[in-house]
């Protein structure tokens, strides 16, 4: 008998594609996954049913019998799940109970996690909260529904997710205190420059190097970046230690708000706006649930950027 614990809905929508698609490739290409990722799941939904569930032919994936049997059964399975989170009604979080999976890019985490575990807890108390930062699998969770939601600054091109605006994604240059960049009173992004830079590093498919690399090239500027990684502590770390500078997400700053000097960055820096955006599964848009989590993940990140805003070194002209 299939183990219920380890059956997803997502695997589920994998074994009825597999059944038309007659091949794991084509199936891949229709939920958007990796071959391997398909081959991987449907190991495991062989290991559920303890069934081979196919037969591998000269055209591809035959279904065996028991398959077949599923096939009617799953679908009507997949159609009351989509009925039920493209449910109109009202969602009421204290007498939810169930475990809710949320990924947070890397420069926000430490300083939004904590707030946003704070605030979902006192309103839906039944909540188990599982929190991850964002990696090159995050995509494919939430498109297996192995991920409730998600918040990044990029919007994914994919019919499986769906994402919406939770607010300006602010940005500050952070360094010790008594540093000698804080004497000048109109820093520019030449003056940037002089200093060593430790860079954050995000996993972003649409931009390989980090903001300030980018623009400081344009400007035919080249700082000297002294150190890269992706976990914000390890960066503040660093940048206490020295005259190293560092321009990341006023979220995360915000965590090191009494340890660091927080400062807006020059024109240069102020003028690339980006999004943060809350990202889940595309069957789960109309889902009552889901779009109270969106508004709670807002609501937080705006409470933690105004408080954030009151710390920032006041601008000098």
Known sequence: MPNLNDLKVGSLRL????????????????????????????????????????????EGLVPND????????????????????????????????GQVNIAVIEPMAVGLIPRLFERLHHQAPGLELSFSTWTSETLDKLRQDDLDFAVHNFVPDDPMITSEA?????????????????????????????????????YNPNRSKNIIEVVSEQKRLFPKVVARADYLPALVNIIERGNALLYTSQVGLSAFQDRLVLFHGPKELEQVKSIHYGIYPASHQNSAFHQWLCQEVKATLEQVQAEAEHMVMPRQN
């Open 166 to 202: 939770l607010g300006p994604a602010q940005r500050l240059m952070a360094c010790r205190p008594h540093h000698p960049i804080l004497r000048r009173r109109n820093i520019t992004l030449m003056d940037l420059c002089q200093y060593p830079w430790v860079v954050q590093q995000v």
């Open 66 to 97: 028991k398959t077949l049997r599923l096939y009617p059964q799953i679908s009507e399975v997949l159609g009351a799940v989509e009925h039920l989170y493209n449910s109109k009604e009202e969602f009421n979080p204290t007498d939810y109970v």
């Open 15 to 58: 074994l009825k594609v597999l059944v038309e698609e007659g091949s794991t490739q084509k199936a891949a290409t229709k939920l958007n996954l990796s071959q391997s990722g398909v081959s991987y799941e449907l190991k495991k939904l062989r290991e559920i049913f303890d069934d081979s569930l196919f037969i591998r032919s000269r």
